[in-house]
């Protein structure tokens, strides 16, 4: 669970979060062909992503599988690899942490750190 302090600071940030989610990811190809242009798609996943941060459920191991799960096909259905997934979650674990001090960002590396891990045996999985 991510502390009281960084839970506030997610909260207190989330529309800077998500409009440069959005501003980030508008024109990428993560989402593309969704019938919903880039930008919206982006500040969709931006905002689920925050929600289940600042819910406090973003150490528990089958929440953050099913979240990764969840991006990793929707990224892949266009035909991506997972370098693309694991891309994403990079970039967007740099926006958030942008607005959080150097504790709370180890705070939220941890959540990063599972997804991507989920994303990798999911795809090791698929190779299989």
Known sequence: MLSDKTSLDLHKFRDRI?????????????FQGKGVPGDQM?????????DLLEE???RDPNTVRLY???????IRKEGKKIDTTLDFLDRY???????LNNVEDADVDVFFEMCRDFVRRKHGQLTQ
């Open 18 to 30: 998500n409009r440069a989610a959005a501003d980030e990811f508008r024109t990428a190809s993560y």
């Open 42 to 50: 982006a500040l969709s996943v931006s905002e689920g992503l925050l």
């Open 56 to 58: 406090g459920q973003s």
């Open 68 to 74: 990764s799960e969840w991006l990793y096909n929707l």
């Open 93 to 99: 674990e740099a926006i958030v942490t942008r607005f």
